[in-house]
């Protein structure tokens, strides 16, 4: 991935990102959707270009307590035929305390033409790419890819509590989270019917590299 990002002013961005890549899959199962609907295996090769608006008023990247990040964008791929993708991605930061964090985000997206497999399980982003239906990417009580399809639509909300903080150095947590979403298969419609929720907690941790010099 190539990515050429340029400010316009202040915390407006705008992006460009060229992508290439080769995707093989294989059947585990004979009982398997895939082998059903595919077969025993797929071989895939494509390159894209996204074009991206980005808004950012984060008060820093690498271990955020304020602020506000979104972008909207439009994707160009081809591999034995084309697609075309539209998208949008909204995340919010409010500390609770001094060492509570809440957040949210909130993701669509919708493709049509000919989208290659890989184009339905993953969602380009500014910063980088997310795995869709499942996974700690865009929904943490489901499994990996367990949701694909044209259309994505989804949420997730969070509270972090710092128990270590090291600054810029880093952090150790403990998170809880509750995240929502499904897919559609070219009918994608703003809707909260036939929606997959779960929850969950666990440890999550930020490292930082900082190396400083003295004169």
């Not at 972090?160 to 880093?170: D, P």
């Not at 809880?176 to 929720?197: H, I, P």
Request: hydrophobic share 40%.
């Amino acid at each position: 991935t190539v990515d050429l990002t340029r400010t316009i002013t202040g915390p407006l961005r705008a992006s460009v990102m060229l992508n290439g890549s080769i995707a093989d899959y294989s059947s585990l199962s004979s009982a398997s959707t895939f082998q059903q609907v595919i077969g025993s295996d797929l071989n895939q090769a494509e390159g894209s270009v996204t074009g991206a608006l980005v808004l950012d008023l984060r008060d820093n990247e690498y271990d955020t307590r304020k602020g506000f990040l979104a972008e909207v964008g439009g994707q160009f791929g081809l591999s034995d035929a084309s697609y075309t993708r539209w998208y949008g991605i909204a995340c919010g930061w409010m500390p609770a305390t001094k060492t509570t964090v809440v957040a949210a985000r909130i993701f669509v997206a919708n493709l049509t033409g000919t989208p290659t497999l890989l184009a339905q399980q993953v969602l380009p982003g500014w910063e980088s790419p997310y795995a869709v239906l499942g996974s700690e990417e865009s929904h943490r009580a489901i499994p990996y890819g367990r949701f694909t399809g044209t259309g994505l639509l989804g949420t997730n909300f969070e509270v972090r509590q710092g128990i270590i903080t090291k600054g810029e150095y880093g952090a150790l947590g403990g998170v809880l989270f509750l995240d929502a979403g499904r897919s559609f298969e070219n009918d994608f419609k703003l809707t909260f019917d036939d929606w997959t929720v779960g929850g969950g907690g666990g440890l999550v941790s930020t490292v930082t590299d900082y190396a400083r010099f003295a004169q």
